[in-house]
């Protein structure tokens, strides 16, 4: 990541504001910006097939893995100012399971790039279930505060934008669905 380009860039928007970039609060502040847009972009980086390298074999388990009220932080690529809320994300295994600590570092690898939430719900889904861990089905459930809409614009503190995608038998059988979802409701 180009971090002197990114305090290049905020200097010029300082002054586009008609803010004074050697004022003492923000002389600081492009460098502190590009540190954290090194740490909240780093998902550009990661390529998530790096968790099955440590995936372990569960050739006995079929059962539904639920993980739920996952946290997690982005940026909305519309605005780049911060969604935040929780996941619930469930999978049943295909012969490899995928640690709890791991579905949490799915998630965090992809929302740690400039993101929209639909995307970021199908991704996590499409990685249990197609090309990365190959599971039977998938199923996942963001809510999320965007600040976009809270903070500014329309300005509706407290709504939150729930997403869902399926995949698999998550999809395709309305019992695995139905527990799936009834577990997602139980924590919602
Ligand atoms: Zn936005």
Do not use: W
């Amino acid at each position: 990541m180009d971090k002197e380009a990114i305090q290049q860039a905020v200097r010029q928007i300082i002054l586009a504001i008609g803010e004074d970039p050697a004022r003492e609060g923000l002389a600081d502040t492009p460098r502190r910006i590009a540190d954290m847009y090194e740490e909240l972009f780093s998902g550009l980086a990661d390529d998530p097939r790096q968790l099955l390298e440590v995936g372990f074999d569960a050739e006995d388990h079929h059962e539904m893995v639920v993980v739920t009220d996952i946290p997690f932080y982005s940026l909305c690529e519309h605005h780049f100012l911060p969604m935040h809320g929780h996941a619930h994300i469930g999978y049943i295994p295909n012969g490899r399971i995928l640690g709890v600590s791991k579905v949490a570092r799915l998630l965090e690898m992809l929302a740690r790039r400039p993101q929209v939430q639909e995307r970021l719900t199908s991704q996590v889904a499409d990685f249990l279930c197609q090309g990365g861990l190959g599971a039977r089905g998938a199923g996942v459930v963001i809510e999320a505060e965007h600040l976009c809409m809270t903070a500014r614009g329309v300005k509706k503190p407290g709504s939150r934008v729930v997403t869902s995608a399926t995949r698999g038998i998550f999809r395709d059988d309305p019992r695995t669905r139905a527990e799936f979802f009834a577990i997602v409701e139980g924590r919602r």
